[in-house]
């Protein structure tokens, strides 16, 4: 049974029919890409996971469970943790309450303890700036903040928007590598990217979503090489 | 007495009163700051805190310290049902109805305290605090040592709260994004309604003082201290804790210096006054950053 299992999906906000029947699934331990254009609905479809919208009809199952119109805060719980779009760091605290409020859920102070060393040896920059305000810290250490501060719910699926947004080149692969290495370590990816190449390079399966539909899904690699998706997606 | 001599006594008094400002600006600017919503129905809550401590006192005979502990609990949990039944439906309402929902609940409560306690004033019982002492010749009474005592209490429990507790950072994420708070796993309903409970029994404190300090109390007392307050939360910069509470101070101060050395008339113009100087000079207040809102 695949972990996370989204059934023929409609979202709307007020009148716009943003998602129109979308069904997925992402299976224990892999990482799972969801590409498309600007406006195709990948947050939307994010956001609804993780219970920040409701979808009108159909199902969202997660490790057997309908989450479907179960608040945020409880999904959460549930073991699903998502770093919004444009990293959404709450500005005005320091690193170590972002981090801190990344673990609200959980009360075993050890394991907390655990995990804060686990995100300080992946992101070390993190680690030098642990009194900053979090405000303060350029766009590339936001982004690990964000995603150090959902790793600090000890999530068995993480709901990445994005992290390529606005970083150069380099921090990009960065930023993907430690995405490899979080997967490595047990942790269950669903990567939002516009970046189709870097998140078919590291993806084992993908979507393509346009205007609130799937349109094509299958193998990372194979979805590469297509011709279709060379041309619309990959810059020829 | 010589000029000076009076320009510190005006600021003893100026800092006793402008404490209970900023005791109530407190709550309104916490309420501001997670649900923006400026709350003018906080002043009736004050007023009923006033009136739970003179009950305390009175009807149930207690000394001062537990009827003031008592109307804080109270009057924390009207906040919280007032939030339940009045704002939480309207959580995804466009601001204008939150606000004039407020202002219905304002007067429901200054109406409703008026058919169950009439509009007669009340004379608050002589609380053991009416002596007074003269330190250098300045004269100092029972009643300001008691409100500066515990005003600069709450505020450092409510400091400790705020910055270190995990209700404290949760209040603070979600005022700052209810939405990345959620995703924490923040319930921001729960906070939304500790905010409440919290921002009302401050004010329930400033009554139970104003009560102590100036001996009258009755059902309408809150309309002026509610928007005075306001204008300290303004003032300071709405939505930020230390704002709210040199907005207070300050204002105290202005209103004790006009009173002292003009006239007692223009002691509420001049807060008005003040309002119309921030909204014109930095509408963003002393602490606030200047950014444009985004409308
Ligand atoms: N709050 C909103 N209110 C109304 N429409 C919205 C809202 N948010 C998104 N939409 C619409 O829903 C559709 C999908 O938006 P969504 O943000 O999910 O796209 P996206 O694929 O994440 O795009 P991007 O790559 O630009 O982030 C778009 O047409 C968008 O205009
Ligand atoms: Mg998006």
Redesign the interface.
């Known amino acids: 049974m695949p972990m996370l299992e989204i059934n023929d999906i409609n979202v709307y906000y007020g009148a716009i029919h943003a998602i129109k029947g979308i069904s997925l699934t992402v299976n224990e331990g892999e990482i799972v890409t969801l590409i498309g254009a600007n406006g195709a609905g990948k947050s939307t479809t994010l956001r609804t996971i993780?219970?920040?919208l409701k979808p009108k009809t159909g199902a969202i199952n997660f490790l057997g469970k309908d989450i479907a119109g179960m608040?945020?805060?409880?999904i959460?719980?549930e073991g699903i943790?998502?770093v919004?779009e444009g990293r959404?760091i709450?500005?005005?605290?320091t690193v170590m309450?972002n981090l801190?409020?990344?673990a609200?859920?959980r009360s075993d102070s050890d394991g907390v303890a655990q995990d804060l060393k686990m995100v300080f040896g992946r992101f070390p920059r993190l680690e030098e700036r642990i009194s900053q305000l979090a405000g303060t810290l350029s766009g590339g250490e936001q982004q690990m903040l964000a995603m150090g501060?959902a790793l600090m719910?000890r999530p068995k699926l993480l709901l990445l928007d994005e992290p390529s947004m606005g970083l150069a080149p380099l921090l990009i692969r960065e930023i993907f590598s430690i995405i490899v290495d979080i997967n490595k370590a047990g942790t269950t990816v669903l990567l939002v990217e516009q970046n189709a190449n870097m998140a078919l390079s590291i993806a084992s399966r993908a979507y393509v979503l346009e205007t609130g539909r799937i349109t094509l899904s299958g193998d990372a690699k194979t979805l590469a090489a297509s011709e279709d998706i060379r041309k619309a997606y990959l810059g020829g | 007495m010589d000029f000076f001599h009076q320009l510190i006594q005006q600021l003893i008094n100026g800092v006793s009163l402008g404490s209970i400002y900023a005791l109530i600006a407190l709550g309104y600017t916490m309420i501001y700051g997670i649900i923006k919503l400026i709350n003018f129905a906080h002043g009736d809550i004050y007023m009923v805190g006033a009136y739970l401590g003179f009950f305390g006192v009175t009807v149930a005979g207690l000394s001062i310290f537990p009827a003031l502990l008592i109307s804080m609990f109270v009057t924390g949990c009207l906040g919280m049902v007032v939030e339940k039944l009045a704002y939480k439906p309207l959580r995804h309402a466009p601001r204008i109805s939150l606000l004039i929902t407020a202002i219905g609940v304002s007067f429901f409560l200054e109406y409703a305290g008026m058919y169950f306690v009439t509009a007669t004033p009340r004379t608050f019982p002589d609380t053991g605090l009416n002596f007074a002492f003269s330190v250098a010749g300045f004269i100092i009474n029972g009643q300001q040592v008691m409100i500066f005592a515990i005003t600069i209490i709450l505020m450092a429990l409510l400091t400790y709260i705020v910055q270190k507790t995990k209700l404290g950072k949760a209040m603070r994420a979600a005022s700052f994004d209810t939405e990345t708070a959620q995703l924490m796993g923040i319930d921001s309903d729960r906070v939304i309604s500790m905010t409440f409970f919290i921002g009302s029994s401050l004010a329930a404190a400033a009554g139970v003082l104003v009560g102590v300090y100036y001996n009258t109390i009755d059902p309408l007392m809150g309309i002026m201290p509610g928007l005075k307050a306001f204008v300290a939360a303004v003032l300071g910069g709405i939505g930020i804790l230390p704002g709210a509470v040199v907005g207070g101070i300050i204002l105290g101060v202005i209103e004790a210096l006009v009173a002292g050395f003009l006239s007692s008339t223009f002691r509420d113009a001049a807060a008005f006054a003040i309002l119309i100087l921030v909204l014109l000079v930095k509408p963003s207040g002393l602490f606030g950053k200047n950014t444009n809102e985004k409308v």
């Open positions: 993780s219970g920040l608040p945020a805060h409880q959460v719980r943790s998502q919004p959404k709450f500005a005005e605290m309450e801190e409020l990344g609200f859920t501060r719910s």
